[in-house]
């Protein structure tokens, strides 16, 4: 069961409706990275999962997510204004001014619409945390990107929240691997001569010596 509370995560602001850049955001809400990503893969993957601390874990995450979709959504409404203009919009996707009427739709900036494709479910729960480790990591990456590219300091303000939030998680799911490193697809890991071979196929140079493979693991991140 999930709850909707009305109020928003962290309050949204704009200095100033800029609807190019709403497009930028639109990657958050219905992008390969986004938010709505994010919240159906954990949701998803939280299904199968024996550990109750694990999988109450992932509906936890997968739950904020969907309230980080809400805050993407609610400032690319303010980034939008109230005037349907498709000449407001430079480049990137035009669809929310000649289909939505300017509400927030799930596409991409281009206005690629979004899809199950994203979400990666393996029933696996090494190779689960594995990819949403790397998923929380690209999240981070693309609002870096985006921030780097506004000056409105509100806007800046919610998405160094948004990235700040997608840095716990990573930290979340690190600490859940530290847990499972020994079961699921690490229980045999590297265990014959094949797993400790290196081929040298690019030339000039050897940069790396044959490897000697051991279960992926991390540092606690709380320590």
Do not use: C
């Not at 980080?68 to 409404?77: D, L």
């Not at 600490?175 to 697809?185: C, F, R, Y």
């Amino acid at each position: 069961m999930f709850k909707h509370e009305k109020q928003l995560l962290k309050e949204v602001r704009v200095e100033r409706p800029n609807p190019q850049y709403a497009v930028l955001m639109q990657e958050q809400l219905g992008g390969g990275n986004g938010e709505l990503k994010a919240a159906l893969q954990y949701l998803s993957q939280s299904f199968r999962i024996k550990d109750q601390a694990i999988k109450d874990l992932f509906l936890d995450i997968g739950a904020e997510e969907l309230s980080h979709m809400e805050m993407v959504a609610q400032t690319i409404n303010l980034l939008n204004g109230h005037d349907v203009n498709y000449e407001t919009v430079g480049t990137g996707e035009i669809e929310t001014h000649v289909l939505s009427g300017l509400a927030p739709v799930l596409i991409n900036s281009s206005g690629a619409p979004w899809t199950a494709d994203y979400v990666t479910v393996t029933g696996d729960i090494v190779a689960d945390l594995l990819s949403n480790i790397a998923s929380e990591q690209r999240a981070k990456v693309v609002y870096e990107y985006l921030y780097r590219q506004i000056n409105d300091k509100y806007v800046r303000e919610t998405i160094d929240f948004l990235l700040n939030r997608e840095e716990a998680h990573n930290a979340l799911f690190r600490e859940a691997l530290n847990k499972v490193k020994d079961t699921a697809s690490n229980k045999d890991f590297g265990v014959t001569e094949d797993s400790k071979l290196y081929f040298d196929l690019s030339t000039p140079g050897n940069f790396f010596e044959a490897p000697n493979p051991t279960e992926p693991s991390f540092s606690n991140p709380r320590k």
